[in-house]
């Protein structure tokens, strides 16, 4: 886990903490909501996942692959146009 970035914890009480990391400890981490600027102190065993916010690596190269799909297309296909095809 990485200091002030943005995190979503869900814990095992079922209870869901938003905002960002403020504090790492040995035994818990704090996670400050950053509209309330409310904290709340998390022990590990108490958490099922941990999210980061924004997108996946993999939801990145996968946009990232599909627009450059659609470059190749669209170069391919003006390629083609001008050659009175």
Known sequence: MAKNRGSRSDCV???E???YI???EDAS???TDKNTRHTTTISYADVEKVQGSGLSKGA???IVA???VVVAVVVF???LSR???
């Open 17 to 19: 903490v938003k905002g």
């Open 22 to 24: 403020n504090k790492i």
């Open 29 to 31: 981490f704090e996670v």
């Open 60 to 62: 990145k190269i996968g």
């Open 66 to 68: 599909g627009v450059a």
């Open 77 to 79: 296909a003006v390629g």
């Open 13 to 15: 009480t079922k209870n």
């Open 83 to 85: 050659a009175g095809y």
